[in-house]
């Protein structure tokens, strides 16, 4: 500092004869000017972060005779920071803008720590304030755990107005605020705000009437946290006559939460075989299975087909008053068809041995050839992974009563971590990370409804029914791989029926 100061030393010095100068020092270079502490207006005294996090310590500094440093210190959080602004300036600064960003390790455990902010002059005097670090930073924005499909349909009826009961539950790892309802096109429908009351799940249900005409309408949903993080879904809602659906899904839970709870196959896609036309396969694994069909994959609303209370022998659309069909027979497969134009369906039965499977191996036996030689056999398995050599850390145990049912984990529960990214195929297990025997690929990798074989070899059953690398409706299995994002942490588990090419990852207890 001397150093630095000599020139203002020496003009002291050529003053002293005859001219008084206030503030000269000999001992340590500098000019008074104020003789006053540093002044430090920080952003703010608390701030909010969590463990993976950064903050940043914001604030204005400044002092007449110039700040030559700042610390900051925190020993819990290793924080031990002095940034010398002469070594970065050549020079004090009267006035200093400090931001500060420091990253908290992912595995910190404390819940609040103090950060210690010491401003220091060129006349080393000093100014301290604490700033609190808290670990209940609000990040993530909300989630919508129960929302409408992207685009549903309303059918017109002949003796009252069409209705659609809107159901979402939204919820926050902190506070909700409120969260907003709009559609536009319903002459009379206002913006809608419901207040979550500071809660961490708001859930809303309510019948909305719709005029007994055909159009399309937009429902716009928005949910906000306390600290302004937001989250949007919109749906496209149809009034018309019953359409021919694209798809059809087959329901065998009771409620909405369920619907919405796994992380890719509930409810189970089924076939669409003609006009108003689809074919339904299930494995009932015990009698008294209640089904319903369904249209949209997230709600028995608006439509529901199931039997009609006043004839069994005929479906209804109605979910209030819909019965479910029940499967009485276990451990077998349902084959069931539907026409939802005539309101008509019906059941029949196959058993476990007469269905088949894409698998031309005895599943656990001795009896894959790993070199393709003749020179080395292991035991047959399959599972999920990246490769065939990671398949063998995920291997899925065989059902004791239907050899084309398959389970993961064997045992015990499997953890999934919300918002967590997964990436696998379904591939048989090999050492050296052979591919192309048996494997299956699914029809979109985010939102995964069925799984098509996809054996490049070739290495199929010639029993089976089903076309290698082939869907139903003939339209090629592309090299899509599985990649599902968790909404909701738990344990789970992943069952996968290699006869029907369905998989789902369902929550477990």
């Not at 400044?62 to 002095?82: H, P, Q, R, V, W």
């Not at 319903?186 to 705000?193: C, D, I, V």
């Not at 997964?422 to 799984?451: A, L």
Request: glycine share 8%.
């Amino acid at each position: 500092m001397r150093t630095r100061f000599l020139k203002v030393s020496l003009l002291c010095a050529f003053f002293a004869a005859g001219v008084f100068v206030t503030g000269c020092s000999d001992d340590n270079g500098y000019s008074d000017v104020d003789g006053e502490s540093p002044v430090a207006v920080l952003k703010t005294n608390h701030i909010q972060s969590g463990a993976g996090h950064d903050f940043t310590i914001e604030g204005t500094l400044t002092d007449a005779d110039g700040i030559s440093a700042i610390k900051l210190e925190c020993a819990d959080l290793y924080l031990n920071k002095t940034i010398d602004l002469i070594e970065i300036y050549g020079e004090p600064k009267t006035s200093y803008d400090l931001s500060y960003k420091f990253s908290i390790s992912k595995d910190e455990v404390g819940e609040q720590f103090t950060v210690k902010v010491t401003v220091v002059d060129v006349g080393g005097r000093e100014t301290s304030q604490d700033v609190l670090i808290t670990m209940d930073g609000d990040f993530e924005a909300p989630v919508f755990t129960i929302a409408p499909d992207k685009t549903i349909t309303v059918l017109m009826k002949a003796d009252r107005n069409p209705q659609y009961t809107l159901n979402f539950t939204v919820t926050d790892d902190r506070k909700l605020d409120y969260a907003t309802i709009e559609i536009p096109e319903l002459t009379g429908f206002e913006t809608r705000t419901v207040n979550a009351e500071g809660k961490s799940s708001l859930t809303f249900k309510e019948a909305i009437v719709f005029p007994n005409a055909s159009q399309v309408y937009t429902i716009n949903l928005t949910a906000y946290d306390a600290v302004g993080n937001s989250v949007a879904t919109t749906c496209n809602l149809t009034v018309s006559e019953m359409p021919d659906f694209e798809k059809m899904y087959l329901a065998d839970v009771a409620t909405d939460e369920e619907l919405n709870s796994d992380v890719f196959g509930v409810p189970m896609v089924i076939n669409h075989t003609g006009e108003y036309q689809y074919k339904a396969r299930y494995y009932n694994k015990a009698a008294g299975t209640e089904i319903f069909f369904l249209p949209q994959k997230t709600s028995f609303t608006p439509i529901c087909f199931g039997l009609d209370p006043e004839d069994s022998n005929k479906l209804t659309d109605d979910p209030e008053t819909a019965k479910p069909i029940v499967l009485d027979t276990p451990n077998v497969y349902y084959e069931i068809d539907i026409n939802v134009k005539e309101s008509t369906y019906s059941i029949k039965t196959y058993s476990v041995s007469e269905a088949t499977n894409p698998i031309n191996y005895e599943y656990g036996a001795q009896c894959f050839d790993v070199w393709e030689n003749g020179s080395e056999f292991i035991n047959f398995y399959i599972g999920w992974g990246s490769s065939p050599q990671d398949a063998g850390n995920h291997l899925f145990a065989q059902d004791p009563n239907n050899p084309h049912l398959f389970y993961y984990p064997s045992e015990g529960t499997w953890s999934l971590s919300s918002g967590e990214e997964m990436n696998f195929i379904i591939s048989n297990y090999h050492p050296g990370g052979w591919w192309d025997h048996v494997e299956w690929r699914c029809d979109n990798s985010t939102e995964i409804e069925k799984f098509g074989y996809y054996s490049k070899k070739n290495d199929v059953n010639p029993n089976w029914e089903g076309t290698n690398m082939k869907w139903e409706d003939g339209s090629s299995v592309q090299d899509n791989w599985v990649k599902p994002v968790v909404a909701n942490g738990g344990n789970y588990r992943f069952e996968f029926d290699a006869h029907l090419g369905r998989g789902k990852i369902v929550p477990v207890n």
